[in-house]
């Protein structure tokens, strides 16, 4: 079912209704249930590595190691060698049991850059898709365009970093009510020269509209709006008893800022810390 489909649906009011007319969690019980059973990975369908280089890199895999359960991270000592794939126990054959890679590192560090361009000529050779992720993207707004094979995500700090990978990592392998194919995921994070994460957080009766109108606005202070945007990835984060409204104002919002023919998939995931506010995380490409 396409978005289209689905979002008509929603809006017709047939699966709040049959469903769960007063609150989300009946469609996220099993979801929340396996977001805090870490341990079992019988359910992963998208096999993530993420490998950090360097200091910046090196603080987001420990970051990721602690928080995100269903990938798998690896960091590169400062003195390894530039020649071929840096010397790291297991990191050849952790390039061959994974279907998507993010290269965590400060492109502006001369030693980080030799082992990055390392990383990636590794990956290549075992067929694996590369993101690189790290405080100086090429290609964003004000700074100069460089073309590249691989995608470029901007991350200003460790922890955001940290949450553009947990987005990807735990919208793919978390049981949701809205599925979301593997593949799409892997087109839309190919789809652009660079990409750009915005979270924002609102409250109230109209929190999910303004969440979303917050995180849109943001990107589009970086020169990605409708027209320039190749695809996005879009989660609500809400807690247990977040309103079905609410999702349906946030989905509302963002299918109608996304042209139809754009590569967009969203999903739902529980944090029962949210309390009554809602957040929207959007990965938007361009």
Not at 151 to 175: E, G, Q
Not at 226 to 251: E, K, L, W
């Given at each position: ?10 809006l ?6 049959a469903?769960l007319p007063?609150s989300?969690?009946?469609l996220?019980?099993?979801?929340y ?17 993420a ?15 602690y ?8 960091e ?9 794939c ?12 994974c279907d ?11 030693s980080?850059?030799?082992q990055?361009?390392?990383c ?6 075992a067929?694996?898709q ?30 955001i970093?940290?949450?553009l990978?947990?987005l ?7 049981d949701?009510f809205?599925g ?5 995921v892997?087109?839309i ?5 660079h ?14 509209t303004?969440?979303?109108?917050q ?5 589009q ?5 409708a027209?320039?945007c ?9 807690s247990?008893?977040?309103p ?22 969203f999903g ?11 957040k ?5 490409m361009?």
């Amino acid at each position: 079912m396409d978005r289209r489909t689905f979002l008509t649906n929603m809006l017709q009011g047939s699966l709040a209704a049959a469903l769960l007319p007063n609150s989300i969690s009946p469609l996220l019980i099993a979801q929340y249930a396996s977001l805090h059973h870490p341990d079992d990975n019988s359910a992963q369908g998208l096999r993530i590595s993420a490998i950090g280089i360097g200091s910046f890199g090196a603080y987001c895999t420990r970051l990721l190691a602690y928080s995100v359960h269903n990938i798998h991270c690896h960091e590169i000592a400062p003195h390894s060698q530039c020649y071929g794939c840096p010397e790291h126990p297991g990191l050849n054959r952790a390039l061959q049991q994974c279907d998507l890679v993010f290269l965590l590192a400060d492109t502006t560090q001369p030693s980080s850059s030799h082992q990055l361009s390392s990383c990636i000529d590794a990956s290549a050779a075992a067929g694996v898709q590369v993101v690189i992720v790290g405080p100086h993207a090429i290609g964003i707004k004000n700074q100069p365009t460089t073309e590249s094979p691989h995608c470029h995500c901007r991350a200003a700090t460790p922890s955001i970093a940290r949450d553009l990978v947990a987005l990807v990592a735990d919208l793919v392998n978390t049981d949701s009510f809205v599925g979301i194919d593997h593949a799409d995921v892997k087109a839309i994070l190919g789809s652009g020269s660079h990409g750009l994460l915005t979270s924002k957080q609102a409250s109230g009766s109209e929190s999910g509209t303004l969440a979303c109108k917050q995180a849109l606005e943001h990107l589009q202070q970086f020169g990605i709006n409708a027209a320039t945007c190749r695809g996005a990835i879009a989660c609500i984060h809400g807690s247990p008893d977040m309103p079905f409204d609410v999702y349906n104002q946030a989905i509302t919002a963002l299918d109608s800022y996304f042209p139809a023919d754009l590569s967009f998939v969203f999903g739902c995931l529980v944090d029962a810390q949210l309390g009554d506010s809602v957040k929207v995380d959007i990965l938007a490409m361009q």
